[in-house]
């Protein structure tokens, strides 16, 4: 069985099966055949550019990649990098509102100013900003006395460099308060803006990829945020990796998702899944 539809490059089930392994394996997608067609027009131009001529030479490339560029390039053909800033605001409201208040009682109960947010789906960088901005505005005129910071992780290079640009389109920033745009960004020509150097330093961008085998932070963090991201994983992916973040996640502390990704039914299943739901999709992990 093969897929061509008169495309330039044939797909056949062997090389899809070989190729949706490694995916599901190192990206944690899990692809059936029926997406044999999504899989030839999201690789085909960009292989064929490469100067690969077939699907088995790409997973054998794939294989043999010690660098994680080839993973990384094709995580960014297979998902999508679409967002913006404030995306699902009800998540950042309560960040603000009650997770950070949270923290700071618990800062002050152990004296312990430390504050981390880990934001492990960072993309084109604007959800680990917001996050950053969201940390200015609430500790006011006493951020300075307090140790926060934001780490932004992705598997894509290509996302991370635009994360760290840090210049976005008035499309991309319209959703944000208009108190945060005037505060927190530099207008540049052609109607584009720039995250502001005191907010761009305070997020950590790193290169991670969320099927590692463990997650190794000198610290806990108080709130991780991986959202649209689990949408892409099937159960057994998907309640693997909840754990491991988990084991990183201070206790009481919050694990944030995308709406589309509820983990209402991981946490009834008996998995060890240590996490109670507080509303939708945001969830706590238990003391």
């Not at 690789?43 to 077939?54: A, P, V, W």
């Not at 927190?184 to 720039?194: Q, T």
């Not at 997020?203 to 949408?231: H, Q, T, Y």
Request: one cysteine or more.
């Amino acid at each position: 069985m093969t897929f061509s539809a008169g495309l330039r490059l044939t797909l056949t089930r062997g090389e899809f099966d070989a190729l949706a392994t490694i995916i599901r394996a190192r990206l944690g997608i899990a692809l059936a055949w029926e997406k044999a067609s999504f899989v030839v027009g999201r690789l085909e131009t960009y292989l064929l550019g490469k100067g690969i001529r077939s699907f088995q030479e790409y997973a054998e490339a794939l294989e043999s990649d010690s660098t994680g560029l080839l993973l990384g390039e094709l995580a960014d053909r297979i998902s999508t990098n679409y967002t913006y800033f404030n995306r699902e605001r009800e998540h950042f409201d309560f960040f603000r509102n009650r997770a950070l208040p949270e923290i700071v009682e618990r800062a002050k109960a152990e004296r312990d100013p430390y504050v981390r947010v880990w934001c492990a789906a960072s993309s084109t960088g604007e959800e680990p900003y917001m996050l950053a901005m969201l940390l200015h505005d609430f500790f006011g005129q006493d951020y300075r006395r307090w140790d926060v910071g934001v780490l932004a992780t992705d598997i894509s290079d290509s996302a991370l460099k635009t994360a760290t640009r840090g210049q976005y389109d008035e499309e991309q920033i319209a959703a944000l308060p208009p108190a945060f745009r005037a505060r927190y960004f530099l207008p540049l020509p052609g109607a584009r803006f720039e995250v502001r150097p005191e907010i761009r330093k305070d997020v950590l961008f790193r290169r991670l990829n969320l099927m590692s085998s463990a997650f190794r932070f000198k610290r806990l963090f108080d709130v991780i945020f991986c959202r649209n991201v689990m949408i892409y994983f099937d159960e057994v992916t998907r309640a693997d990796l909840v754990r491991r973040l988990c084991t990183v996640l201070r206790p009481s502390g919050y694990l944030i998702v995308g709406h589309a990704e509820p983990l209402t039914q991981l946490e009834r299943s008996g998995q060890g899944i240590p996490l109670q739901t507080v509303q939708t999709s945001v969830h706590r992990r238990r003391p």
